[in-house]
């Protein structure tokens, strides 16, 4: 990008096919994305203002923003913005950027919550995050209460806030710490407990694509040798945090789902088990039940 004079269209055409040339995925969208970004405009606009001359300050600054995508920064964290259950969530380097098939753990969620019919209905969301989870279920379950943990205060900040924008701030208690270690000693029980846990396992976080292995955090990827140290855990510690009846929801890696529903038959104590499919049709979500009998280990 030279001084000259550019239009929307010029510099549209000209920087897809540079992030083209760089093997950038969805160049096209990138460019739309960060030029909207940078002239605080929506996409369409764009396109209703093909002709509009830019500025050079405004050159200047979506040349910034470029060169940091080509820094494989992820498009979210340089937008500060990712779109899940049609709601706009902020994002930030401290915080895994939502996927969609957290969706999927979401909608299994809420269609569990209409078969309980006590008030309020209590849900754990453990390792927040951004705080996707605890928003979506305060916002389509008015009656919940909704308890969200994490390791990371940074992450805490990010989900207070998504909450705070989303007027539903006052339904969810934020508590730091490891899983459910912010609970003890007291073991308040849930109908709900959600988590979308680190699952990768550690050699492979390396060969991931360069916008996850570089940028996103770690602690929130790191699954342990196998993928499989939290997913364990919360197997074997949720029964003391369920109510008889209560459900288990959990995403994870495909080729976890096995290895994951022989655990919950190894306490003894849930029934039910259920493997939900992603929109690939990969199985993504594993769901069970705690046996009425008996809810701890």
Known sequence: ???????????????????????????????????????????????????????????SGYRDLIRRRLKREPLQYITGIQEFWSLSFRVNPHVLIPRPETEILVDQALTLAG????????????GTGSGVISVVMAKEVPEALILATDISGEALGVARENAQ??????????????????????KRVFHLIASNPPYVCTHEIQELLPEVALHEPK?????????????????????QFLRPGGWL?????PYQVENAL??????????????IEDYSHRQRVVMAQLKSKGNSL
């Open 1 to 59: 990008m030279t001084s000259k004079a550019w239009c929307i269209k010029t510099l549209l055409e000209t920087v897809t096919d540079y992030l083209v040339e760089k093997k950038i995925e969805n160049a096209r969208l990138n460019a739309e994305v960060l030029l909207a970004h940078q002239l605080h405009v929506k996409r369409i606009s764009l396109y209703l203002n093909f002709d509009q001359p830019l500025t050079e300050k405004e050159v």
């Open 115 to 126: 078969s309980f019919h006590e008030t309020p209905m209590r849900v754990l969301d453990l």
């Open 165 to 186: 924008n989303h007027g539903v701030l006052n339904r969810i208690a934020f508590l730091r710490g490891d899983l459910f270690e912010p609970l003890m000693p007291e």
């Open 219 to 239: 602690i929130a990827l790191d699954g342990g040798k196998d993928g499989m140290d939290f997913l364990k855990k919360i197997i074997f510690q949720a029964p």
């Open 249 to 253: 929801l959990l995403e994870m890696s």
């Open 262 to 275: 022989f655990t919950l038959a190894e306490t003894g104590v849930y029934q039910n088990e259920t493997k």
